[in-house]
């Protein structure tokens, strides 16, 4: 038989054929993939010498799923029926087809990988590999056999938790839970997936009885079913509010595991169909593409980042620590810096606070983070310790005079390709870097709270940030798992600017006569994770108050504090820290701070404004059209100019929705005419700081959006 196509390679041992796909980077079903796989079945198929044979993949991945950018933008629903069917049958070919076939599962076994897994006849998989159905987290759900096999493998309880959740388990579950039949060191994988394959051909094992679509002992009687799902609909339904396909997986799941497999098959894609031409697809996708693609800048395309190996952190705070624990997981030795022993002690205090909760998840042992700590981690109150490291990150006090101090002498100690780095948030880098005699060296690299657990790392470039420190620096936070956002040096920088313009606009609504519990609460229904005043109240009002009078310092008068705010500021309760805010804390359960509602009361009596109910959308409408708002002069002012970048800062930084894709992606959805309208309307009613941005003007003008149609 035919040994070598284009993405996979056939090796044969006696009377079985063992296919190693490869279809770089990560074994994706490709077009182009899967028509060489028919090809290599139907060699397989065609020659008398092979009994069966074996699936695998390699390096890291088995197949981890489907090439999602040959769907990606489709609209006509029945495009996509007869793209998914074709692979589906595809899949019940390998099920049905005339030889057994044994998966060797030897990585990455996601999606529509573990859906060709499903369909062979035996599956082996080395210890601790990931095999799901990841589909719910891009808007879909499995296409081509995933919601009636999984059932049938693992029981209706397992599969609907997979399924729905979309979160992989690791091979050591899969077999105890019945979806992976045996497991093996990696070194003998193919052996005993050959083995395994024998077993077929010397008749221990019968082909037709090992059939996915044959299994039923999992499934279970109609009341058991019909309780478990009612259970589950209601659960789902709670859980994925904004998002369409864990339901319609739950639908597939329901109403299938028949049996008459072809049929709810035929079902399960007309299900995904639904959500694969929905808009919440085309969001969920877009964001899974774009942040793969963070960080890739024509600016530095081409330069070699250098290695981070030795970093030193300065500050032991809150943010310090999370930063130190981000540090030690990617294997960097760090060094500890903080001014004297005292700080020193309480900075390794809450660095170890950090692991605590994957100690007690037991995803951690006690043992291997003593074991990191003594080989990584080290601590100091001399800066001349820091004189071999390629990186350090300061988390200082927020005083320019302070940071400049520390910088200026660093300069003198470290090499000069060490990057100097900062986690301001609010003081201006370039003003910053102006202290050194090298200030290309010098970028921002902006964590969020807590730093350990927050994906976003907003990366600032400072006016002469150069190439080589911006390609070391989005390096490095991939080494340490972010999703790097660059953006260029402004007021608030581009993610604390804009949730202020997303939030910004309930001052307005609260002044007008909005009750602010209605404000709260439209933001939660649209999707956001707190209101407000909520989030006030939790980063501190008086820090929010300081960020809007630099804002109006800096960026003239559209940024005016709201006289109201000012009123809110001078009650002297700044949150939860103080024990009201816009909340009271003091008791059980928050309720609203009398002073503020004073406050409120108040203000409303002395300008005439009568209380008023207006509609959730309206609300709505007005913190979205000051959000797009916003954004839009932050691309005038060069702050961002990639859309994509500016959305996921947002959803990974804020927790703004993502089956809504994003500030900018709503935009256009909403339609960038519509959105100047409001805006008009707006500052009509409220004043400069609603006047739209010459760039929505512009694109209105050229019928443009922010992404290309």
Request: glycine share 10%.
């Amino acid at each position: 038989m035919k040994t070598e196509f284009n993405t996979i390679q056939a090796e044969v041992k006696e009377d079985v054929a063992v296919f190693s796909m490869n279809n770089p980077p990560v074994n994706q079903l490709s077009k182009h993939f899967v028509e060489d796989l028919v090809q290599a079945l139907k060699a397989a198929y065609e020659d008398e010498d092979i009994k069966a044979l074996v699936l695998t993949g390699t390096d890291r991945n088995f197949v981890a799923g489907a090439d999602i950018t040959q769907i990606q933008g489709i609209k006509d629903r029945g495009t996509v029926v007869e793209r998914a069917l074709a692979f589906t049958q595809f899949m019940s070919s390998l099920e049905t087809g005339p030889k057994p076939i044994v998966a060797a599962i030897n990585g990455n076994c996601l999606g529509g990988g573990l859906e060709i897994a499903m369909a062979c006849h035996y599956r082996v998989a080395a210890r601790g590999v990931n095999l799901g159905q990841p589909e719910v987290q891009i808007g879909l759900i499995p296409g081509a056999g995933g919601t009636q096999r999984l059932p049938r493998l693992m029981g209706l309880r397992y599969a609907l938790e997979m399924i729905t959740i979309g979160k992989p388990i690791k091979s050591e579950l899969a077999h105890k839970r019945g979806l992976v039949d045996e497991l093996a060191d990696a070194g003998i994988l193919i052996d005993k997936a050959v083995a395994a394959a024998r077993r077929f051909t010397s008749g221990q094992l019968n082909i037709k009885a090992r059939m996915t679509r044959n299994q039923h002992h999992w499934i279970p009687s109609a009341a058991e079913k019909k309780a478990m799902m009612n259970f589950t609909k209601a659960m789902v339904a709670a859980q994925s509010k904004g998002y369409i396909a864990p339901m319609k997986a739950v639908e597939a799941i329901d109403k299938g595991l028949s049996y008459d497999m072809d049929k709810d098959l035929e079902r399960e894609v007309a299900l995904f169909a639904d959500c694969a031409v929905s808009d919440v697809a085309e969001n969920l996708i877009g964001i899974f593409l774009n942040t793969r693609a963070a960080g890739r800048l024509a600016r530095i395309e081409g330069i070699e980042p250098a290695g981070i190996r030795k970093v030193a952190m300065l500050g032991g705070g809150v943010m310090g620590s999370g930063i130190v624990n981000l540090l030690l997981k990617s294997g960097c030795e760090t060094i500890l810096w903080d001014i004297n022993e005292k700080a020193l002690e309480k900075g390794v205090s809450s660095v170890r606070k950090t692991f605590a909760f994957p100690i007690k998840k037991r995803k951690m042992k006690q043992e291997d983070l003593e074991n990191m700590l003594e080989k990584q981690f080290k601590t100091t109150t001399d800066l001349k310790d820091l004189d071999g490291v390629d990186l350090v990150i300061e988390a200082v006090v927020e005083d320019m005079d302070i940071k400049q101090n520390i910088w200026k002498a660093l300069e003198g100690i470290c090499p000069s390709h060490t990057v100097f780095a900062t986690n301001t948030s609010a003081l201006p880098i370039t003003e910053m870097a102006s202290a050194l005699s090298e200030p290309g060296r010098m970028i921002g690299l902006h964590f969020f709270n807590p730093a350990h657990r927050m994906m976003l790392l907003e990366i600032i470039c400072a006016e002469q940030t150069s190439n080589q420190t911006l390609a070391t620096s989005v390096a490095f936070g991939r080494q340490i798992k972010k999703i790097p956002i660059v953006v260029n040096d402004g007021p608030g920088f581009y993610v604390s600017r804009q949730l202020g313009g997303l939030m910004g606009g309930a001052v307005y609504l609260t002044a007008d006569g909005v009750d602010g519990s209605a404000v709260e609460q439209a933001m939660i229904n649209f999707g956001m994770p707190m209101g407000p005043a909520t989030l006030s109240d939790l980063t501190g009002i008086d820090i929010n108050y300081h960020v809007n009078k630099t804002f109006e310092k800096r960026l003239g008068e559209r940024y005016k504090v709201h006289p109201l705010t000012e009123l809110v500021y001078r009650t002297g309760c700044y949150g939860r820290k103080t024990g009201a805010g816009y909340m009271d804390y003091s008791g059980d359960t928050p309720v609203p701070n009398p002073k503020v509602v004073d406050v409120v009361k108040g203000y409303l009596a002395d300008n005439g404004v009568e209380p008023k109910t207006i509609a959730e959308q309206e609300i709505i409408d007005l913190m979205l059209a000051n959000a797009i708002n916003e954004a839009a002069y932050m691309m005038q002012e060069g702050i961002c100019d990639r859309p994509q970048d500016m959305d996921l800062a947002m959803i990974y930084g804020t927790g703004f929705p993502p089956y809504r894709g994003g500030i900018l992606r709503y935009a256009d959805t909403w339609g960038l005419s519509n959105v100047l309208e409001k805006l008009v309307e707006l500052e009509a009613k409220y004043g400069v700081h609603f006047k739209p941005a010459a760039l929505i003007r512009e694109m209105v003008e050229k019928d443009e959006t922010f992404y290309r149609r």
